[in-house]
């Protein structure tokens, strides 16, 4: 199954194929929208999707800052979107990936047969040559029909096990896997046991993926592996299999660019929706600073 498509594939299937829906998720912690961006310039065709409402549902901060939206409220977003059952979908953002990850990790969960990041985002496509279009674009409704339960999902106390007894990734950037700052959230720090994988380690320099032979042995320092050690079963819609490792970030979002990384370097792996946003506001779980790994 695919993970990527690069610019000049996308391309020419959106000139030879009819069912291929294209959306732009351009998003960024702390904002603005990007649907100004997109109505700027944006790969023609694409509709615009907003990660913060349409992508995420809201409520009691103990569910974090975006926990999963309802499956109903995701299946008539995603008609709108234009998405019919046997549609090849692209995402894409303008930051590597790490926000429209969210978008393909959510459609392949809900039961889409093939959802692919453009790799290297929207630079790669301006890099290419190839054309932009201003404007909205409406799409023509679709008939999708979604349903939870193809990936691996953790729950909170799936992931305090895990954390204890497998291998659980912290996605977020390094200084606030230590403790050191914690610009959203209320507590500092990080899951107990977790072990520090910042996203961005996961990308060149051009915002393309690493390879996967790079990737593979990035995970595999970090202690993931095919054999034992991993989640299976745990939490909600949990998916079939084993996960080699589950992967949490600050609020569910990033926390996905890594599942895809994991992918793309032959593992499977659970998310943690709720992720840290979600552990921080409650007050019984426990909370450690520092990197015991730290020169390891």
């Not at 393909?104 to 969960?109: A, I, K, Y």
């Not at 072990?195 to 996961?202: D, F, I, L, Q, R």
């Not at 032979?213 to 084993?242: C, H, I, K, N």
């Not at 609020?251 to 994991?262: I, M, N, P, R």
Request: proline share 6%; net charge negative.
């Amino acid at each position: 199954m695919r993970t990527l498509i690069e610019a000049a594939d996308l391309a020419t299937e959106l000139s030879m194929r009819s069912d291929v829906r294209v959306l732009d998720v351009r998003w960024k912690l702390g904002g603005p929208p990007g649907r100004g961006e997109y109505l700027a310039g944006h790969i023609p065709g694409a509709v615009y999707v907003d990660l913060d409402t349409e992508l995420a549902g809201h409520g009691d901060p103990a569910a974090g800052r975006h926990p999963l939206p309802g499956i109903a409220a995701l299946q008539a977003d995603a008609r709108h979107w234009g998405l019919n059952d046997a549609d090849t979908v692209v995402v894409y953002d303008d930051l590597g990936a790490m926000s429209a990850a969210r978008a393909w990790w959510l459609l392949r969960h809900a039961g889409m047969r093939e959802v692919l990041l453009l790799d290297g985002a929207l630079a790669a496509w301006r890099v290419a040559g190839l054309p932009l279009t201003t404007g909205d674009e409406p799409a023509r409704p679709g008939s999708v029909t979604l349903s939870y339960g193809s990936l691996k999902v953790l729950d909170t106390d799936a992931a305090a096990r895990l954390a204890g007894t497998g291998v659980l990734l912290d996605a977020r950037a390094a200084e606030r896997y230590r403790g050191d700052t914690e610009p959203v959230d209320p507590r500092a720090g990080h899951i107990p046991g977790a072990v520090s994988a910042p996203t961005a380690g996961n990308l060149t320099a051009d915002g393309r993926f690493r390879p996967a032979a790079e990737l593979r042995a990035r995970f595999e320092a970090l202690g993931v592996s095919d054999a034992g050690g991993g989640v299976s079963g745990a939490g909600s819609d949990a998916g079939s299999g084993t996960a080699a490792a589950g992967v949490y970030c600050g609020s569910g979002v990033t926390a996905a660019h890594e599942v895809a990384a994991l992918t793309i370097a032959g593992f499977a792996s659970a998310l943690y929706p709720g992720s840290w946003s979600q552990w921080s506001n409650l007050p019984g779980r426990p909370v450690e600073s520092g990197d015991p790994r730290a020169g390891v």
